[in-house]
């Protein structure tokens, strides 16, 4: 198995961080390639406990890869994980023309590692065919083909004492023509008096038989084709093709493709501008719709698109800097949320996480936060800070005011800080 060792600061960016070698395959390389990763913060080894690495690439040829279960921890302590690659990581010659490596806890992604790819020439080997892969959509592809096998031998089972009657049945009608020939032959060469009126019966009888015999075996023909017909239609599952349009237009059970450009779809966390949407449909107008990776769900209700999209996985709707006069640009509407989680970095407080209830536009929101004071080794008296929120609209707030008291005394304005805003269903 050929292993290529690869080192990364996660607290170093762009050109600081170390020259990576490329990681090189060949087209039709499948399951042999590893690649061993060491991750370091400041120098030291980063502790992998908890974390899942995840590798997400787009091939030479557009296709892309996003495999959650490739990666194995060698030694979380110290940093080191190992990822094997899938064949369709090698089908396409050329760089990839992005490829990356994501720790994740949960749904939340710690840190990304990029690293380059370059898939070689074969010119030996045919017929290697490159498509997307998808983990999450494997495992669901998985789930159908047991269900749909079970589902067929539970049929056989029951046809099978079906076609050991039909076969019965058939021997006997055949018996039974074969017996009324052998009578007719007889009587036809003794000559009896009642030949006429025994061959009109026995024509009679004949024709009825063989009327039984190819109906039954025009039966057997069918469950015949029927079973043939599943046999070849059952592990036929795939992606609805082409990019979704708009997410109330869904009808039908399936998996769908959708983009930054498909419409009715809510705010996402920046890793999932992109993938795939699966719906599960009592009818045309009523199912579940779930967006996978997210944990947003959606009912479709008589038709239309239920209430709002909801999950318990925070959506990040802006972080950076923001203190007294500061206006902050939201990635979403506000309103399509029902609480506010907002990180903020208070003078007594540096890592205070607030939660609250969103109001109408226009509205003022107060961060409030108490605090003891130091003095000479003792606490005396205490800190008051608060931070002012006007909701200006939609997709902006803007930071008012700032402000501490301490011991009494009037309050002055305080650098208090917002970092992050996060937006929960």
Known sequence: ????????????????????????????????????????????????TGLTPVFEGVKPDGERIIDTTGAIVLDPKKGVFRYTFPQQASTAEGQYKQAFFKLKRDEQTDSSLEVKINVLKNKVEFGINSESYYTE?????????????????RLNDLLG????????????????????????????????????????????????????????????QEVKTKIDDLDKSKMDVKVIPGVLDDVANITKTGHYYYNENTLNLPTRNPGNSNGFIQAIMQDDNN???????????????????????????????????????????????VHQFGLLIINVTFVSDRHSTKFVTIPANGTTLYLNQTGMRSSEGHMKNGYLEEIEILIKDDTHLEVTKTQIASDGNAATDSNATITAIYGIY
């Open 1 to 48: 198995m050929a292993n290529q060792d690869l080192f990364f600061d996660i607290t170093k960016q762009g050109s600081e961080q170390e020259k990576q070698q490329y990681l090189i395959t060949r087209v039709g390389d499948g399951g042999l390639k590893t690649v061993t990763i060491t991750v370091w913060s400041n120098g030291y080894p980063y502790n992998l």
């Open 137 to 153: 959509y494997q495992q669901e592809i998985n789930k159908f083909k047991t269900k749909i096998n079970e589902e067929v031998l």
């Open 161 to 220: 004492g079906i076609n050991t009657q039909i076969e019965v049945d058939t021997t006997l009608m055949n018996s039974l023509h074969q017996g009324f020939n052998n009578l007719k032959e007889s009587i036809n060469e003794n000559g009896l008096v009642t030949k006429s009126e025994v061959d009109t019966t026995i024509n009679n009888v004949n024709n009825k038989v063989d009327t039984v015999v190819r109906t039954i075996d025009t039966v057997k």
């Open 287 to 333: 199912g579940m719709i779930t967006v996978l990776g997210t944990g947003l769900s959606r009912e479709k209700y008589k038709g239309k698109l239920y209430s709002r999209w909801k999950t318990s996985i925070p959506i990040l709707l802006w972080e950076g800097s923001a203190t007294k006069n500061n206006l902050i640009n939201l990635r979403g509407n």
